[in-house]
């Protein structure tokens, strides 16, 4: 009963279409009829008590005007029951349907459904990553047109927040602990993702692309080949590097690209720096490094020495601990975390910075 109420009072039928001004981007998810439904109901109660109080207001002015000096006060009722019940009721009960029509969207957005596609989303000071089931990581947000998504958010650093406008979605993305958010969009194309959160000096750039992909590709569809792209064709391409478009240097992939975008989207750059020097806390700085694998200088460690090749830089990001540096602590492993090309250009892009 009480649901029937609330899916009844969260139908968008209650707000005509001409009442609709499109304050918002053209909804693209199962969301907007309610968001959009309360919000036009919302701003019209408001607008219509609006224009009411002032008229009556300006209206009482001109007619009970003082016309001349003679003009006396006039004795005015004191009190009015009948009236009192009336203004407190209408507005309760238009409160009533705002808060019911509120949370039955709340409600309906906090509860993903059983069947959603999950996607990890990882925040940080300046940018976003989206990681898919498959291990394929990116920093712009593809889902499947049609389908319930459900993001799991954590923060690398302080508090963020999602917001696409288009999926009528937002949530804090708060460090510590993981916050979720779900949405299905209706059509194919391209939306924008922001921060929502002030997040330091470059919040502003903190944005990026939600790409909903269609189930098929249209032939008369997007120009753009990878818009056009099936959600699982998009995703062997995404988890392909060197298929990459961005990566191509005229026509062909370009390692070096590659492996600069991947120093600063996997994190290398948190702690390696490009330059002979060294990040407080970090690792060793990769000027020298790529020195001394150009010459085949032998690196110095806690125990010993090893020539410093592609195979020593290769275990050095997958088992990070099996040769020790003197002075430096623990790096994390990529075991998992990096696909074979990648590694490879990153080693490319490390070789490169030495010139
Ligand atoms: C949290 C800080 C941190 C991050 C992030 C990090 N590293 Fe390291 N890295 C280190 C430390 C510390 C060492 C030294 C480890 C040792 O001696 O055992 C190191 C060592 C290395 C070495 C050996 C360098 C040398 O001169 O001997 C390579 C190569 C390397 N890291 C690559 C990477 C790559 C590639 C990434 C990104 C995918 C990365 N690291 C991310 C901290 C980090
Ligand atoms: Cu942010």
Redesign the pocket.
Known sequence: MTTTLLTLLANDELVPKWANWNMFPESNSTFGPAVDGAFNFIMWVCIFFFVLVCGLMVYFMVVYRRRTPNDKMMSSPTHNTPLEIFWTVVPSFLLVIMFARGFAGFVDMRTPPADCYDIKVIAKKWSWTFQYPDGTSTNELHVPVDTNVRLTMRSDDVLHSLYIPTMRVKMDVVPGRYTYLWFKALKPGQQHLFCTEYCGREHSMMITKCVVHPTQPDPNGNEDALLNMDFPQWLVYASDITRNKNFMTDGKFDPVKAGAELYKT???S???SLTDQRIAN???PWLP?SHALKTGEE?QLQDGSVKADDNY?RE??LA??A???TG?????S?QGQ?KDPEIDA?IAFIKSLDK
């Open positions: 996997k994190g290398c948190a702690c390696h970090g690792g060793p490094l690196i830089v050095s990001i990070p601990n040769k020790r540096r430096y602590g623990n790096m994390p990529y990096m990153i």
